[in-house]
C-alpha cells in the first residue's frame, strides 16, 4: 500500500496534503448532487402521492443498503483499492439520474420506479461513503483526524444540506428533468477531480480469507469494544429518529394543505438552516471537543437532537424551527468528528472498513426502519405525535452516557494500535 500520510510538524499545523484537498473537493461535488437529488426525489413523488406511508417509502429504500449491503462494503473496503471502489459507486450515480431524466420525458413516472432508482443510489452510496471514510487515516497522519474530518464535514453538509436543497428546490421548480440532470453532471465532476489523486489505496494482506471470514472479523473487533458498540448503538437510535422525523417533514412543510404551508423553495430554505449549523459545527467541534471534553459534548448533543426532531410536535413556525434545525446541525457535527475520528484512530487500518461498516450496519441500517415507522405512526397517530416520539426516545439515550466517560474513551484512544498502517 502506498502511504500518503502528511508529513507531521507541531499538532494541528501540518499540511494535510494535495490528496486529501483531491478528496475533499470530489467529496463536495458528490455531497452537492446528494443534496439536489434527495430533494428532487420527494417534491417528484408528491406530484404522484400524498400518502405519509409512500412518501416515507423513498427514504426506505434509500436507506435500505446500509441495513443490507454495508457489511458487504466494508470487506470490499478492505480487500479493493478504495478510491476505486469510490470511482465506481459514483459512476453509478451518473447513470441512475440520468435514467430517471428519461424515464421522466417518457411519462413512465411512478413511485416504483422512484423506489427502484432510491434504492440503487444508496448502494452507490453505501460503497462510496464506506471506502471515503476508510481511507481517510491513508492520507492524513491520526494527529490531524478531527481536523481533517471536520474540513470534510464542512464541505459535505455545506454541499447536501445548505447549497443542495435550495438549489434542488428552485431546479424542479424550473423543471423536474433539470432536478435529475445536475445531480448526474454533477457526480460526472467529482469522478474527474478523484482520479486526479494519485497511488493507491488498497491494504496489504498477508493471506486469503473467505469474504465471510472477513466480515466477522470486523464483527468481532466492533462487538468486543465497549466504547465504540456504545456509540454504535447511540447513533442508531440518532439516526432512527431523526429517518422517521424527516422522511414525511415535506408533508408537515409543503403545500398549503400542510402546516408550514411552505413553498417547495421555502422548504429547501428552511433545511438549509441545519446545513448552516453543520457548517459552523464543521469549524468549531474540534475547539469544543478540547475545552468541553469528549463525553460533555456527547451528552449536549444528546439534548441538541431531541430537540431537533421533537420540536415540529409543538410548534410548525418555521422561525421558531430554523434556530432549532440550526442547533441540532451543529451539534450532529460534533458528535460526527468526535466519534469518527475516534473510530479511525483506534480500528487497525486493514479493519477498517469492516468495522466501518458493521458501525454504521448499526448505526446506519436503523435509518430504513426509523423511516417506515415514521411514515406508520404519521398514518395512524398524526406527524405531532410522531415527531413527539422520536424525541422522548432520543432522551432516553442519556441512560448510556455512563460508559461514556472521558477517562474511558481516552483510555480506548490511548491503548488503540490504530493510525495509518
Known sequence: MTSHVAPVGERGRAPLGASYWKLWISSGLSNLADGVFKIALPLLAIQLTQSPTLIAGLAVAATLPWLFFALTAGALADR??????????????????????????????????????????GVAETVHDTSAQSIMPQMVHRDLLSRANGRLYAVELTTNQFVGPPLGGLLVGIGVVAGFAVPAALWLAAVGVLLLVAGTFRVEREEKTTLGFDIAEGLRFLWNHRILRTLAVMTGVFNFASSAAFAVFVLFAVGPTSTMQLSEVGFGLLLTTSALGAFVGSFVSEWAEARLGRSKSLTLTIFGVALF?????????????????????????LWNVITVSLRQRITPNRLLGRVNSAYRLLAWGTMPLGAAAGGLLAQWLGLEAMFGIMGVSTLALLGLMPVLTDTAIAAADVSSAGGPA
Open 80 to 121: 479493493l483499492d478504495r478510491r476505486r471502489l469510490m470511482l465506481g459507486a459514483n459512476l453509478g450515480r451518473v447513470v441512475l439520474p440520468a435514467l430517471l431524466v428519461v424515464v421522466v420525458l417518457l411519462d413512465f413516472g411512478s413511485m416504483w420506479v422512484l423506489y427502484v432508482v432510491a434504492l440503487m443510489v
Open 309 to 333: 426532531v421533537g420540536a415540529p410536535a409543538l410548534t410548525g413556525n418555521p422561525y421558531v424551527l430554523g434556530p432549532v434545525l440550526f442547533l441540532g446541525g451543529l451539534l450532529i457535527v
